[in-house]
């Protein structure tokens, strides 16, 4: 199965942006987690969600701003990114993971797409 992000872009701080997480193929079995990497700086978990996606755990740095959420019907995750901030500026992946609930370390995941970027600059 092939990830494929979308959605990135440059927004002004306190912006909002939304980014997709498609599949090629269906993931209605497996969590689905978004990272990020911004220069410089090792890749860290953003957020995740379980198959049925009743269950999301967040990073603390966006917890109360994004908002994972994940269409089965779809092959789709997104990921609903509000009250950016520069330090928000990064690669953004999706990757899935056999495990239901993953968490958000990265090794757990097995399946990763190519990334979309996101600037926050004003």
């Known amino acids: 199965v092939q990830l494929v992000e979308s959605g990135g872009g440059l927004v002004q701080p306190g912006g909002s942006l939304r980014l997709s997480c498609t599949a090629s193929g269906s993931m209605p079995n497996s969590g689905v987690g978004w990272f990020r990497q911004a220069p410089g700086k090792e890749r860290e978990g953003v957020a995740c969600?379980?198959?049925?996606?009743?269950?999301?755990n967040y990073a603390d740095s966006v917890k109360g701003r994004f908002t994972i959420s994940r269409d089965n019907a779809r092959n789709a995750v997104y990921l609903q990114m509000t009250n950016l901030k520069p330090e928000d500026t990064a690669i953004y992946y999706c990757?899935?993971?056999?495990?239901?609930?993953?968490?958000?370390?990265?090794?757990?995941?097995?399946?990763w797409g190519q990334g979309t970027l996101v600037t926050v600059s004003s």
């Open positions: 969600i379980e198959p049925r996606g009743r269950d999301t």
């Open positions: 990757a899935t993971s056999e495990w239901h609930l993953p968490g958000l370390a990265d090794n757990l995941y097995d399946n």
